[in-house]
């Protein structure tokens, strides 16, 4: 049972990456799991970045207008598809499906998350 990242790299600021989570040994739907992107920078402490559940999506100000999550349940992965990055983007991009409850929450970016993935970096740099 575990999570794998994807989709990282190197990219020049204005340019796009779309992350991908892929579920591997249960099935990350969205009435059984919340589904949480989280990053950190070299340095830093880990942060929120956007949060995806059945009628409860939440996004960090950080992203607002310009990260989008969204899930594909047949494919069991969640996207992240990052616009417009900046070099402040740059970090250690991780996933984590939530079992229960299976909501976002308001308390979504302190909440426990399960099942955490090795990462993907994104490198942000000209």
């Known amino acids: 049972v575990h999570v794998v990242e994807s989709g990282g790299g190197l990219v020049q600021p204005g340019g796009s990456l779309t992350l991908s989570c892929a579920a591997s040994?249960?099935?990350?739907?969205?009435?059984?799991?919340?589904v949480g992107w989280f990053r950190q920078a070299p340095g830093k402490e880990r942060e929120a970045v956007q949060c995806?559940?059945?009628?409860?999506?939440r996004t960090a100000d950080s992203v607002k207008g310009r990260f989008t999550i969204s899930r594909d349940n047949a494919k069991n992965t969640v996207y992240l598809q990052m616009n417009s990055l900046t070099v402040e983007d740059t970090a250690v991009y991780y996933c984590a499906p939530a079992l229960i409850p299976p909501l976002c929450g308001s308390t979504w970016s302190v909440r426990p998350f399960d099942y955490w993935g090795q990462g993907t970096e994104v490198t942000v740099s000209s």
């Open positions: 995806i559940s059945g009628s409860d999506d």
């Open positions: 040994g249960f099935t990350m739907d969205v009435d059984n799991y919340a």
